[in-house]
């Protein structure tokens, strides 16, 4: 089998029902599906993998005027650590594996790629990553949400063409 390029992947995109709600949000076209045959997925979700119970309160990111990020609960409870937790969890989850990209689920205060909810629990979403986003992303780790499969496709391609010989 061919040495193929692991990509760190949103358990709940799997079909795993570990989302807040205790739900899965599948998404399975077959570029991944194919993927997951060829054992290039590295499964993970950075809550659970905190220790965060399914189900559990939502949680969204708040910003404070001076830019300072906070996770918190519907109940206003502060879960940062956790999330900072999870987050350096699947770090060190891509770095084992040496991937290179990860398939995250947008909207996620751990997950969010291209946007994050406004931390008012209102529904309504902003530009913004989410915690784990943000360190895969300082540490060289290409994420995409799911919106932005076709450039997570294109971006493997691209990087299999220069890494192949």
């Known amino acids: 089998m061919a040495n193929h390029t692991k990509i760190l992947v949103s358990s709940c995109l799997m079909g795993f029902p570990v989302r807040y709600n205790g739900s899965a949000k599948p998404f399975m076209p077959p ?3 194919r993927w997951q045959q060829e054992g290039r997925l590295i499964l993970c979700c950075p809550e659970v993998s905190a220790d965060f119970p399914t189900p559990r309160l939502s949680a969204e990111i708040r910003i404070s005027s001076l830019g300072e990020r906070r996770v918190v609960e519907s109940d206003s409870h502060d879960v940062t650590a956790g999330y900072m937790a999870g987050a350096h969890i699947a770090l060190r989850l891509a770095l084992k594996h040496q991937c290179r990209f990860a398939l995250l689920t947008d909207g996620s205060p751990s997950c969010g790629s291209s946007q994050i909810y406004d931390g008012t629990f209102s529904g309504k979403r902003i530009a913004g990553m989410g915690i784990t ?4 992303r300082e540490n060289g780790i290409a994420v995409f949400g ?19 010989f």
Do not use: V, Y
């Open 31 to 33: 570029a991944l599906l």
């Open 133 to 136: 986003t943000s360190l895969l």
């Open 146 to 164: 799911e919106s932005e499969f076709s450039a997570l496709e294109e971006a493997i391609h691209s990087f299999e063409m220069k890494t192949a």
